[in-house]
């Protein structure tokens, strides 16, 4: 599976942060990039995300991801070049193209398409980062307020995902270890070096469908007694108590932390910046009818206060112990 969907928890001040500033800082992030539209602010605001990831000790897993991101860029960039007909500067005539019309292609759809494939590159860091650093179940605990059985089931689920894929990968060793099987249930030979009898022969579709209808069986059957047994040991932890007993018998709240307080400086910051951007202007980009990218000192400093913003609770490494 791949490790870049699960939260681990790590020593980095991101970490060490509660979940619900955590979620908040992440939702900054995404205002910025859905309220930046300039190609130099977006750059600078992917690179921080980068260094961010290093900061908590996530780097290599961004990095993957942006790797991935880019399989989903590219064809952004593609579709858009080849069904935008609003830009004036021509690059490539293809001809009639039927239902599509002449086909144009201009600069300013390639450059437009360009930036909305960096900007939904950083939406998807975002969310990589945020689902890498920020604790999942303790901030469905932040639901129990509004819905406590709705937060406990959302926490059991994203729990037995993982636990159900383990079960069907152990389950599909052990058929694999099997003299007749294979982890499609089987083919016409048995085991290997001995050839099937004639009129077994020709068989080997019809073995593998039943071998993957008796994992998949045999996979909810044991997700459906883990079910039994998970919810067995939750009446008896007191679960089936009413929400507001577990409200006033709850422990004490957790006290807030420099980390915290960072994170919340950081958060307002980026979408003050982000606001401020768009407002006056420094981060104006305009693609059609033709392209107009203002660069000024308000641009510069955009570029370099939205890193720093991101950057500087990173820097804080004291109490960041798992």
């Not at 539209?37 to 290599?60: D, E, R, S």
């Not at 058929?175 to 099937?196: D, F, H, I, K, S």
């Not at 107009?292 to 308000?298: E, F, L, Q, S």
């Amino acid at each position: 599976m791949n490790r870049a969907l699960f939260y681990r928890r790590l020593p980095s001040p991101l970490h060490a942060a509660r979940a619900g500033v955590g979620a908040l800082w992440a939702t900054a992030l995404v205002a910025a990039a859905l309220l930046l539209y300039h190609p130099l602010v977006l750059l600078a605001l992917g690179l921080a995300l980068l260094g961010a990831a290093a900061g908590a000790g996530v780097g290599g897993d961004l990095r993957r991801t942006l790797r991935t991101a880019l399989i989903v860029a590219l064809p952004i960039v593609l579709i858009n070049v080849l069904v935008t007909r609003e830009g004036l500067t021509v690059f490539a005539r293809l001809g009639d193209l039927g239902p599509f019309g002449q086909g144009d292609l201009t600069v300013e759809a390639l450059v437009y398409g360009a930036v909305i494939a960096l900007k939904v590159t950083v939406l998807i860091l975002v969310s990589t980062l945020a689902s890498l650093a920020v604790d999942p179940d303790e901030l469905l605990r932040l639901l129990r307020r509004f819905s406590f059985r709705s937060a406990l089931t959302a926490s059991l689920a994203t729990r037995m995902v993982p636990l159900l894929a383990a079960d069907a990968q152990r389950l599909a060793e052990a058929q694999r270890t099997r003299p007749a099987g294979t982890a499609r249930g089987g083919n016409a030979r048995g085991v290997r070096g001995c050839v099937a009898p004639r009129g077994v022969r020709g068989s080997g579709s019809a073995r593998g469908v039943r071998g993957r209808v008796a994992l998949f069986a045999a996979v909810l059957g044991g997700s459906l007694d883990r079910a039994m047994d998970v919810a067995a040991t939750l009446e008896l932890r007191g679960f089936a108590a009413a929400s507001g007993t577990r409200r006033r018998t709850g422990g004490m709240a957790r006290p807030w932390s420099r980390h915290d307080l960072a994170f919340c400086a950081s958060a307002i910051a980026v979408l003050a910046l982000a606001l401020a951007g768009r407002l006056t202007g420094a981060a104006a980009f305009d693609a059609y009818p033709q392209l107009h990218m203002h660069v000024d000192v308000g641009t510069l400093v955009l570029c370099v206060a939205l890193p720093l913003a991101i950057l500087l609770p990173m820097c804080d490494r004291r109490g960041i112990e798992p």
